[in-house]
């Protein structure tokens, strides 16, 4: 099997350099004014589409009361039959031993 030896591939291997375009204060400034500008114009279209979005319209039941109280009403019947189960179970387990 060859070998491999990490100090001829570190070698061989290099990154090309990175090289940024020379800018003077006036060409930031101008492509700061621009992203600027462009920034102003996705605020608007936003704004506008906001303006423009329309929320769904929901049913929302007028007697929040009456659902709570058949909500407790389901609760307490599953407690019952879950007891009356519960004690059912414990009198055949008594029978069977």
């Known amino acids: 099997m060859p070998e491999l030896n990490l100090k001829d591939l570190r070698r061989d291997f290099r990154l090309p350099e990175l090289r940024l375009p020379e800018m003077s204060r006036d060409d930031i400034a101008k492509a ?3 992203a600027r500008k462009e920034l102003r114009e996705v605020r ?3 704004a506008d589409f906001r303006q423009d979005f329309e929320m769904p319209r929901v049913a929302v039941p007028t007697d929040m ?3 709570a109280d058949g909500a407790k009403e389901g609760a307490k019947q599953v407690a019952d039959g879950a007891r009356d189960n519960a004690t059912q179970i414990a009198k055949e387990a008594r029978k069977a031993a």
């Open 32 to 34: 700061l004014g621009d």
């Open 44 to 46: 608007k279209e936003l």
């Open 65 to 67: 009361g009456k659902i």
